[in-house]
């Protein structure tokens, strides 16, 4: 039986969705895990059927991009609505990741992930990092470097705010959310199943 991979996930304005698009991509490609997608605007409650969707899997990549120096409203309104889930501690021992875009190469990206690696604590889960040496931090690197931004703990992206999600995130940012898509299918596989 498949490994179920959730990615969680809210964009306003599509560039974080094209992000999704490469985790799930890369995720695909791993034997054994199958992969689907939650909205987190579909979530609005603690009785969301999304929200309970997310009981079954045995593993969840959240999403969102980074507004105000944070998670959006938006996927904080799931946040929120998993507190009952939290009290019953219902997705212990599920694996969890992170990834954010942003408009800024820093744009406090960090502080979204934190966030992120915050909630899956609470909730008991395993959390895994993006398992990339940084890019573009040497003479020879360049702005085509996966892991452009330098994250360990998720993965960050950036788009720039005056280009659509036909082009922005760019594709090193692209490839860094792909590769990141079969660090965490992998690691599900070497975690197993966490749906009981
Ligand atoms: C309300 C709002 C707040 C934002 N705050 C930040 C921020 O703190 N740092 C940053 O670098 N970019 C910020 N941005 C830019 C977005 O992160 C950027 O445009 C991103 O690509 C949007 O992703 P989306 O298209 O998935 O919504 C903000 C944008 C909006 C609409």
Redesign the pocket.
């Given at each position: 039986m498949s490994l179920k991979l959730a990615v969680v996930c809210?964009?306003?304005?599509?560039?974080?969705?094209?992000?999704a698009e490469h985790v799930v991509a890369g995720a695909s490609t791993v034997a054994g895990v199958e992969v689907s997608v939650i909205k987190a605007a579909d979530i609005t409650g603690p009785d969301s059927p999304a929200l309970a969707e997310l009981d079954n899997v045995d593993g969840m990549i959240f999403g969102?991009?980074?507004?105000?120096?944070?998670a959006?409203a938006v996927f904080k309104t799931f946040m929120e609505a998993s507190s009952g889930r939290w009290m019953e501690q219902k997705w212990a021992n599920k694996l969890a990741a992170g990834f954010t875009?942003?408009?800024?190469?820093?744009?406090?990206?960090q502080n979204t992930l934190i966030e992120m690696m915050t909630f899956a604590m609470q909730h008991s889960m395993i959390w895994v990092g993006l398992g990339q040496m940084p890019g573009n931090n040497h003479s020879g690197g360049s702005d085509a470097d996966t892991n452009r931004c330098g994250a360990a703990i998720g993965c960050m992206t950036?788009?720039n705010?005056d280009e659509g999600?036909d082009v922005?995130?760019p594709n090193a940012d692209r490839e860094t959310a792909k590769l990141f898509g079969i660090r965490v299918a992998e690691a599900l596989c070497r975690w197993g199943a966490q749906n009981a």
């Open positions: 809210h964009s306003g304005y599509g560039h974080t969705d094209v992000v969102s991009p980074t507004y105000m120096g944070s959006s875009n942003s408009g800024s190469m820093n744009g406090d990206k950036q788009a705010v999600p922005a995130p």
